[in-house]
């Protein structure tokens, strides 16, 4: 599995806005790349995921670099319950590859 | 919809015995369930891909006879860790995906095992 690279930890104010980077520089062209959060003491959820054009959905927006090396999450008013840890995949999306490999994440945490 | 449940969501037991996990999709059918444990202040290590009506899957160190998986039906995989030992005390978690759409995976609320 192509590998990511996230900061450790990050820190935001409430209610700015969060930029979360993702590095992938061995990103294959079949790989997706997805974006999942885990509260503390919960499973993961999904938040986004795209291919190559920026998506947005109601959580969050993924803008994803040209070359495809590098992506960022944008959470575009944090809260303090966006307080998580933010994994970024790389899943290549033939048949049979469901399943996911997590990194270390980024540990956001949002400041009152 | 798309809720994954486990059972328990903690559970104690002794050193020596077993335990079963239950991960059960509420609101749609999957035909494949992950298994996956995570340390504390650690990321999550898949464990084990369940299919249904087949054998599990184990990923590379993990030990089939120890780490039972039964995929019985196409909302309900069981995890059964069998001759527990304090190093087995780790969060569980579990997730499936749907048969209609597989990008998205929906992850159970973990159980939490505690072997003393």
């Known amino acids: 599995d192509a590998k990511t690279t996230q900061p450790n930890s990050m820190e935001s104010n409430e209610e700015e806005p969060v930029h979360l980077p993702c590095n992938h520089s061995?990103?294959?062209?079949?790989?997706?790349i997805h974006w999942y959060r885990q509260l503390p003491s919960q499973g993961p959820e999904y938040v986004i995921h795209g291919l190559t054009s920026n998506v947005n959905n109601r959580m969050a927006s993924l803008a994803i670099a040209e070359d495809r090396k590098s992506s960022t999450l944008i959470l575009h008013r944090a809260t303090l319950r966006d307080a998580a840890v933010y994994y970024c995949?790389?899943?290549?999306?033939?048949?049979?590859?469901?399943?996911?490999?997590f990194g270390t994440g980024t540990r956001l945490t949002i400041i009152p | 919809g798309a809720v994954v449940s486990q059972h328990p969501s903690w559970v104690i037991c002794k050193s020596g015995t077993s335990v079963k996990i239950e991960c059960r999709s509420l609101?749609?059918?999957?035909?494949?369930m992950f298994w996956y444990r995570q340390f504390p202040k650690q990321s999550l290590m898949l464990m084990a891909t369940s299919n249904e009506g087949s054998k599990a899957t184990y990923e590379q160190g993990v030990e089939k006879d120890k780490f039972l998986i039964n995929h019985a039906s196409l909302t309900l995989s069981t995890l059964t860790v069998t001759s527990a030992h304090p190093e087995d005390s780790s969060f569980y978690i579990c997730?499936?995906?749907?048969?209609?759409?597989?990008?998205?995976?929906?992850f159970g609320p973990g159980t939490r095992l505690t072997v003393t």
């Open positions: 609101d749609f059918q999957a035909t494949t």
């Open positions: 061995t990103i294959s062209g079949t790989d997706y």
């Open positions: 997730s499936a995906c749907r048969l209609s759409s597989s990008y998205e995976q929906y």
């Open positions: 995949i790389l899943r290549d999306e033939g048949f049979g590859n469901e399943k996911l490999t």
